[in-house]
Protein backbone atom coordinates (compact mmCIF):
# COMPACT_ATOMS: atom_id res chain seq x y z
CA UNK A 1 0.00 0.00 0.00
CA UNK A 2 1.08 3.39 -0.73
CA UNK A 3 -0.66 4.81 2.16
CA UNK A 4 -1.94 8.80 1.78
CA UNK A 5 0.09 9.95 -0.99
CA UNK A 6 -0.01 14.58 -2.20
CA UNK A 7 1.19 15.89 -4.86
CA UNK A 8 2.87 18.14 -5.65
CA UNK A 9 5.49 17.91 -2.94
CA UNK A 10 6.61 21.50 -3.43
CA UNK A 11 5.04 24.45 -5.20
CA UNK A 12 5.19 28.62 -5.85
CA UNK A 13 2.07 30.47 -6.63
CA UNK A 14 1.65 34.37 -7.23
CA UNK A 15 -1.14 35.77 -5.81
CA UNK A 16 -4.72 35.84 -7.49
CA UNK A 17 -3.91 32.39 -9.12
CA UNK A 18 -5.16 28.92 -8.39
CA UNK A 19 -4.39 25.34 -7.58
CA UNK A 20 -5.43 21.98 -6.86
CA UNK A 21 -3.62 20.19 -3.96
CA UNK A 22 -4.13 16.31 -4.40
CA UNK A 23 -4.33 14.17 -1.60
CA UNK A 24 -5.41 9.95 -2.56
CA UNK A 25 -5.51 6.92 -0.21
CA UNK A 26 -5.11 3.33 -1.05
CA UNK A 27 -6.43 1.93 2.37
CA UNK A 28 -10.26 2.38 1.54
CA UNK A 29 -10.39 4.95 4.24
CA UNK A 30 -13.85 6.83 4.71
CA UNK A 31 -12.41 9.59 6.76
CA UNK A 32 -10.22 12.44 5.15
CA UNK A 33 -9.09 15.70 6.34
CA UNK A 34 -7.23 18.36 5.36
CA UNK A 35 -4.86 20.70 7.67
CA UNK A 36 -2.27 23.28 6.86
CA UNK A 37 0.47 23.66 9.32
CA UNK A 38 2.29 26.92 10.21
CA UNK A 39 5.02 27.73 12.89
CA UNK A 40 3.13 28.85 16.63
CA UNK A 41 -0.13 27.72 15.17
CA UNK A 42 -0.10 24.13 14.88
CA UNK A 43 -2.24 21.89 12.73
CA UNK A 44 -5.71 23.70 11.68
CA UNK A 45 -8.15 21.38 10.53
CA UNK A 46 -9.37 23.07 6.74
CA UNK A 47 -12.02 20.73 5.53
CA UNK A 48 -12.97 17.09 6.04
CA UNK A 49 -14.92 14.21 4.57
CA UNK A 50 -16.74 11.49 6.39
CA UNK A 51 -16.86 9.83 3.25
CA UNK A 52 -17.84 10.10 -0.88
CA UNK A 53 -19.96 13.08 -1.50
CA UNK A 54 -19.60 14.43 1.97
CA UNK A 55 -18.17 17.26 3.51
CA UNK A 56 -17.75 19.42 6.13
CA UNK A 57 -15.93 22.66 7.14
CA UNK A 58 -13.75 23.08 9.54
CA UNK A 59 -11.33 25.98 11.84
CA UNK A 60 -9.93 27.86 8.60
CA UNK A 61 -12.03 26.78 5.37
CA UNK A 62 -12.26 30.34 3.67
CA UNK A 63 -9.86 30.45 0.95
CA UNK A 64 -10.16 26.87 0.01
CA UNK A 65 -12.78 24.73 -1.35
CA UNK A 66 -13.24 20.60 -1.55
CA UNK A 67 -14.78 17.73 -3.13
CA UNK A 68 -14.81 14.53 -2.66
CA UNK A 69 -16.25 12.34 -5.77
CA UNK A 70 -14.31 9.11 -4.51
CA UNK A 71 -13.28 7.46 -1.05
CA UNK A 72 -9.38 7.67 -2.77
CA UNK A 73 -9.33 10.69 -3.52
CA UNK A 74 -10.00 14.51 -1.78
CA UNK A 75 -8.26 17.41 -3.43
CA UNK A 76 -8.11 20.59 -2.17
CA UNK A 77 -8.90 23.66 -4.27
CA UNK A 78 -7.05 27.56 -3.57
CA UNK A 79 -9.39 29.55 -5.35
CA UNK A 80 -7.08 33.19 -5.43
CA UNK A 81 -3.99 32.39 -3.47
CA UNK A 82 -3.23 35.13 -1.34
CA UNK A 83 0.54 34.90 0.57
CA UNK A 84 -1.53 34.23 3.86
CA UNK A 85 -1.97 30.80 2.42
CA UNK A 86 1.56 30.12 2.31
CA UNK A 87 2.11 26.84 4.90
CA UNK A 88 2.41 23.55 4.63
CA UNK A 89 -0.49 21.23 3.45
CA UNK A 90 -1.38 17.68 5.15
CA UNK A 91 -3.99 15.06 4.02
CA UNK A 92 -5.06 12.93 6.57
CA UNK A 93 -6.94 9.87 6.48
CA UNK A 94 -8.58 6.91 9.01
CA UNK A 95 -11.31 4.99 9.36
CA UNK A 96 -14.57 6.95 10.67
CA UNK A 97 -15.57 4.15 13.38
CA UNK A 98 -16.89 6.45 15.85
CA UNK A 99 -13.88 6.58 17.48
CA UNK A 100 -11.84 8.43 18.92
CA UNK A 101 -9.04 6.66 19.32
CA UNK A 102 -8.64 6.21 15.56
CA UNK A 103 -5.00 6.70 13.68
CA UNK A 104 -4.67 8.92 11.89
CA UNK A 105 -2.52 8.54 8.48
CA UNK A 106 -0.91 11.71 7.08
CA UNK A 107 0.49 12.28 3.85
CA UNK A 108 4.50 13.84 3.02
CA UNK A 109 2.61 17.22 2.79
CA UNK A 110 2.84 19.96 -0.01
CA UNK A 111 5.00 23.17 0.57
CA UNK A 112 3.39 26.17 -0.93
CA UNK A 113 4.93 29.59 -1.42
CA UNK A 114 2.13 32.24 -2.25
CA UNK A 115 4.45 35.14 -3.58
CA UNK B 1 -6.38 29.51 24.39
CA UNK B 2 -5.35 26.24 23.70
CA UNK B 3 -7.61 23.22 24.46
CA UNK B 4 -3.95 21.06 24.58
CA UNK B 5 -0.65 23.05 26.48
CA UNK B 6 2.54 21.25 25.73
CA UNK B 7 5.65 21.76 27.49
CA UNK B 8 8.61 22.44 26.86
CA UNK B 9 7.94 24.14 23.54
CA UNK B 10 11.42 23.30 22.55
CA UNK B 11 14.01 21.18 23.88
CA UNK B 12 17.81 19.95 22.92
CA UNK B 13 19.52 17.74 24.98
CA UNK B 14 22.73 15.42 23.96
CA UNK B 15 22.57 11.81 23.13
CA UNK B 16 22.51 10.12 26.16
CA UNK B 17 19.90 12.18 28.45
CA UNK B 18 16.52 10.97 29.47
CA UNK B 19 13.70 13.72 29.06
CA UNK B 20 10.04 13.79 29.86
CA UNK B 21 7.48 16.00 27.99
CA UNK B 22 3.93 17.20 28.91
CA UNK B 23 0.25 17.21 27.46
CA UNK B 24 -2.04 18.91 29.73
CA UNK B 25 -5.76 20.07 29.97
CA UNK B 26 -8.96 21.26 32.22
CA UNK B 27 -10.93 18.84 30.07
CA UNK B 28 -11.25 15.17 30.46
CA UNK B 29 -10.82 13.04 27.45
CA UNK B 30 -11.82 9.75 26.60
CA UNK B 31 -8.44 9.09 24.78
CA UNK B 32 -5.21 10.63 23.71
CA UNK B 33 -2.98 10.17 21.17
CA UNK B 34 0.88 10.90 21.13
CA UNK B 35 2.07 11.62 17.27
CA UNK B 36 6.28 12.22 15.95
CA UNK B 37 6.64 14.22 12.96
CA UNK B 38 10.15 14.43 11.82
CA UNK B 39 11.23 16.92 9.40
CA UNK B 40 10.32 17.44 5.78
CA UNK B 41 7.21 14.28 6.99
CA UNK B 42 3.53 14.08 8.47
CA UNK B 43 2.95 13.13 11.88
CA UNK B 44 2.82 9.62 12.73
CA UNK B 45 0.77 7.71 15.57
CA UNK B 46 3.49 6.79 18.31
CA UNK B 47 0.59 5.48 20.95
CA UNK B 48 -3.30 5.69 21.70
CA UNK B 49 -4.02 5.70 25.73
CA UNK B 50 -7.74 5.68 26.91
CA UNK B 51 -7.93 4.17 30.63
CA UNK B 52 -7.39 6.33 33.26
CA UNK B 53 -3.32 6.25 35.06
CA UNK B 54 -2.58 3.90 31.70
CA UNK B 55 1.46 3.20 30.73
CA UNK B 56 2.00 2.45 27.53
CA UNK B 57 5.80 1.83 26.52
CA UNK B 58 7.25 2.02 22.98
CA UNK B 59 11.22 0.69 23.09
CA UNK B 60 12.85 3.44 25.12
CA UNK B 61 9.08 6.07 24.75
CA UNK B 62 6.75 5.72 28.17
CA UNK B 63 3.20 7.55 27.92
CA UNK B 64 1.32 7.95 30.76
CA UNK B 65 -2.43 9.09 30.86
CA UNK B 66 -3.49 10.66 34.01
CA UNK B 67 -5.62 9.03 36.25
CA UNK B 68 -7.94 12.16 35.69
CA UNK B 69 -7.71 11.70 31.58
CA UNK B 70 -6.67 15.20 31.81
CA UNK B 71 -3.26 15.07 31.11
CA UNK B 72 -0.38 13.09 29.98
CA UNK B 73 3.39 12.55 29.94
CA UNK B 74 5.98 11.17 27.38
CA UNK B 75 9.42 10.25 29.07
CA UNK B 76 12.01 9.12 26.67
CA UNK B 77 15.18 7.08 28.46
CA UNK B 78 18.99 7.15 26.59
CA UNK B 79 17.65 10.01 23.85
CA UNK B 80 19.18 9.14 20.15
CA UNK B 81 19.21 11.32 16.99
CA UNK B 82 16.81 9.59 15.85
CA UNK B 83 14.22 10.35 18.38
CA UNK B 84 14.83 14.19 17.12
CA UNK B 85 11.55 15.66 15.98
CA UNK B 86 8.46 17.49 16.59
CA UNK B 87 6.27 15.72 19.23
CA UNK B 88 2.39 16.52 19.23
CA UNK B 89 -0.69 15.22 21.32
CA UNK B 90 -4.21 14.91 19.98
CA UNK B 91 -7.57 14.09 21.28
CA UNK B 92 -10.90 14.07 19.58
CA UNK B 93 -13.44 16.88 20.26
CA UNK B 94 -16.19 15.57 22.42
CA UNK B 95 -18.81 17.78 20.37
CA UNK B 96 -17.70 16.14 17.19
CA UNK B 97 -15.94 13.05 16.94
CA UNK B 98 -14.46 13.83 13.72
CA UNK B 99 -12.57 16.43 14.63
CA UNK B 100 -9.27 15.92 16.27
CA UNK B 101 -7.74 18.69 18.77
CA UNK B 102 -3.83 19.26 18.50
CA UNK B 103 -1.59 20.52 20.85
CA UNK B 104 1.33 23.11 19.36
CA UNK B 105 3.88 20.27 19.91
CA UNK B 106 7.11 20.20 21.48
CA UNK B 107 10.25 20.46 19.27
CA UNK B 108 13.03 18.20 20.39
CA UNK B 109 17.03 17.96 18.95
CA UNK B 110 18.58 15.33 20.24
CA UNK B 111 22.54 15.94 19.29
CA UNK B 112 24.84 13.02 18.83
Redesign the interface.
Known amino acids: NAGVTQTPKFQVLKTGQSMTLQCAQDMNHEYMSWYRQDPGMGLRLIHYSVGAGITDQGEVPNGYNVSRSTTEDFPLRLLSAAPSQTSVYFCASSYARHKGSDTQYFGPGTRLTVL | T?LLEQSPQFLSIQEGENLTVYCNSSSV???L?W?RQEP??????LV?V?TGGEVKKLKRLTFQFGDARKDSSLHITAAQPGDTGLY?C???NAGN????I????TSLAVNP
Do not use: C, I, M
Request: proline content about 4%; glycine content about 16%; hydrophobic content about 40%.
Open positions: QFSSQYGEGPVLTVLAVHNRKLWGLG
